[in-house]
């Protein structure tokens, strides 16, 4: 248009209309797979590329965001995208992270983009929360399980599902007992709801072998190998009552 027209108003709307018109096609699929190629570009760091040519990337997509009409379906699937790289460590880049909400906040506005922010917020509050908390333990001498707690605030992040019925192993139920009792004490009033379907554990075991090994697993993966601390095998009903996790 801008050459073969001399960037004619009247074919520039009639572009814009058309492409409008084809991409919107299918409701909602194309927010879907704009916000899941955003996350492939933030989550895997573009395989090699440069900082510069991964928010070329994202200027790239940028430009098919501002055709979908589902905005609110985009704003719905990147935040639950962005959630899983913020607390699974799966960004590449946090400055790249808040480059693409700059440019979604250029582009719909700070309402739009308010929660996206506040969930950066979290993130960076829950670090400072968490130093502190560590060195309440140093000075009251106090050892055990190293755990780290990402507080989010309800209403910016996606709907996570709380599940009471799990049955914590004594350590792990001892260190949340004792992070909560520290909360509490600098925030009286608060309700804290621990979410497990999002969290993970870096266990230490011995095999046969002897040596020791780290495994990065789910937090419900955990809680079953925990039980074979003391026991070869164990009924797959025993574990689902000795766990409280869901069939």
Same mark, same amino acid.
């Given at each position: ?35 899941? =190629? ?28 501002? %055709? ?22 799966? &960004? ?13 906040? =250029? ?6 983009? &308010? ?17 502190? %908390? ?25 709907? %996570? ?21 520290? %909360? ?12 497990? &379907? =999002? ?9 046969? &072998? ?38």
């Amino acid at each position: 248009v801008s050459k073969g027209f001399l960037g004619d108003k009247d074919f520039a709307d009639v572009l814009k209309e058309g492409l409008e018109t084809v991409i919107n096609s299918k409701q909602n699929t194309p927010a879907e797979l704009i916000a899941k =190629h955003m996350d492939g570009i933030l989550r895997t760091g573009g395989k090699g590329k440069s900082e510069t040519e991964l928010e070329e990337d994202i200027d790239k997509s940028m430009v098919l965001f501002k %055709y979908i009409n589902g905005k609110d379906v985009f704003e719905a699937f990147y935040k639950k995208e962005l959630g899983k790289r913020l607390l699974l460590g799966r &960004s590449s880049s946090i400055d790249l992270e808040r480059v693409a909400i700059t440019k979604l906040k =250029h582009e719909c506005g700070h309402a739009f983009t &308010s929660k996206l922010e506040g969930m950066f917020k979290d993130i960076d509050m829950s670090r400072e929360l968490m130093q502190a %908390y560590q060195e309440s333990l140093v000075k009251a001498q106090t050892s055990g399980m190293d755990l780290h707690v990402f507080v989010l605030t309800t209403g910016f992040w996606p709907n %996570y599902t709380s599940n009471n019925d799990i049955k914590m192993p004594a350590k792990m139920a001892a260190a949340m007992d004792s992070f909560k009792a520290f %909360y509490n004490a600098k925030h009286s009033g608060r309700k804290l709801t621990w979410v497990q &379907s =999002h969290s993970t554990c870096i266990l230490k075991a011995r095999f046969k &072998s002897k040596r020791m090994h780290e495994l990065s697993v789910s937090l419900f993966q955990a809680i079953v190998l925990m039980l074979f601390n003391d026991r070869n095998s164990i009924p797959f009903k025993d574990i689902l009552h000795m766990t409280g996790i869901p069939d």
